[in-house]
């Protein structure tokens, strides 16, 4: 009998047995066959094993599948009177335009301080790439703004581990800037598209800065379910082209902005894919004979704006990602170049 060790995903009451999950599964061992209590097959998620890396929420035709975030936790903590701000993922704009403001008002209204956009710490993280390349040297590195990417890795080609680029994530840089350099000494709560952002904020490099992994899905269900609105709120701090981080190749692009696209940067997402490749190359990338810049490396197919905590309903329109672009524009000036 295998010992199932509880994660951010769980099987729940709905899973007929049928193993289409297994078949997707990047992580050996994550989904475990076994019997119910009425003797009926269900797959259940290692969650030891577990990157959250989503592909069974796709493959599961049944709802079969369930994630855990701080949702609930985050709010009745705001009702407690816990003094907590807000970093707010980029793809939350694209994904909610006409919901943003009057979200960020009723978050305000619940006694959240402040409320910064991770696109200004997506800056921040372009400019530790740049800054590391220019300084260092380094080459060939696999960048490491995804949770579930460096998890796979840590988990299980960890020979890896030497080429995940030393410089944190737009939401950790967020996190750092807001604590260091704004004296923002309140918990803070990630409005995140990510199940496995949690792995992030629960781990080392997480540093203990975030309390609260809230996802897109989960919050405008709580919002709907109580009225969490307001009047018109902003985020607080300017930003540049981090806004489009969350697009598919999102790192690259700011990248190629500041040294053009002769640098030669090898972009790389999908749930299955991503880890095909790392799992094929890595010999090759652990001993540095790639001629890229550097690795972008996204475990969602189609990037952040559609990730694992995200609203199904919005996943199967361009809405998302026609907002996205109208954002680009917005930030594409004379000023993001010379930043």
Not at 10 to 23: A, F, L, M
Not at 110 to 118: P, W, Y
Request: glycine share 8%; aromatic share 10%; with cysteine.
């Amino acid at each position: 009998m295998v010992k199932i060790t509880n994660g951010l995903v769980r099987t729940n009451d709905q899973c007929v047995g049928c193993n289409k999950c297994i078949s997707v599964c990047s992580c050996m061992g994550a989904m475990v066959a076994s019997k119910d209590a009425d003797g009926n097959n269900v797959i259940e998620v290692d969650g030891s094993k577990c990157v959250a890396c989503g592909a069974c929420f796709d493959a599961c035709e049944h709802d079969a599948r369930e994630y855990t975030d701080d949702t609930v936790a985050f709010f009745d903590a705001l009702k407690r009177g816990e003094k907590i701000s807000i970093l707010i993922a980029p793809a939350f704009l694209a994904n909610y335009p006409n919901e943003y403001e009057s979200i960020l008002g009723g978050l305000k209204k619940l006694g959240v301080n402040r409320m910064i956009s991770v696109s200004f710490g997506a800056d921040i993280t372009t400019w530790g790439y740049l800054n590391y390349v220019k300084k260092y040297g380094f080459t060939g590195g696999i960048s490491q703004p995804c949770p579930a990417v460096v998890s796979y890795i840590e988990h299980y080609i960890p020979e890896l581990i030497p080429k995940l680029f030393p410089v944190q994530s737009p939401m950790m840089c967020a996190a750092i800037y807001a604590k260091k350099y704004m004296g923002i000494t309140d918990k803070l709560a990630f409005i995140s598209p990510c199940i496995a952002k949690k792995t992030e904020i629960e781990s080392k490099r997480g540093k203990g800065m975030i309390t609260y992994n809230v996802t897109f899905d989960h919050l405008m269900k709580y919002a709907k379910a109580h009225d969490v609105k307001g009047p018109s709120c902003k985020d607080e701090i300017e930003y540049g082209l981090g806004s489009i981080y969350p697009t598919p190749g999102g790192l690259k692009e700011n990248v190629y902005w500041f040294l053009g696209e002769d640098a030669f940067i090898r972009q790389c997402e999908g749930e299955k894919h991503m880890y095909h490749y790392l799992e094929k190359n890595k010999e090759r990338i652990a001993k540095s004979r790639t001629p890229y810049l550097f690795i972008d490396a996204l475990n969602c197919a189609d990037g952040c704006l559609y990730g694992t905590g995200t609203s199904p309903e919005k996943n199967a329109t361009d809405d998302t990602l026609m907002e996205m672009m109208r954002i680009k524009e917005k930030s594409k000036n004379s000023k993001t170049r010379n930043a």
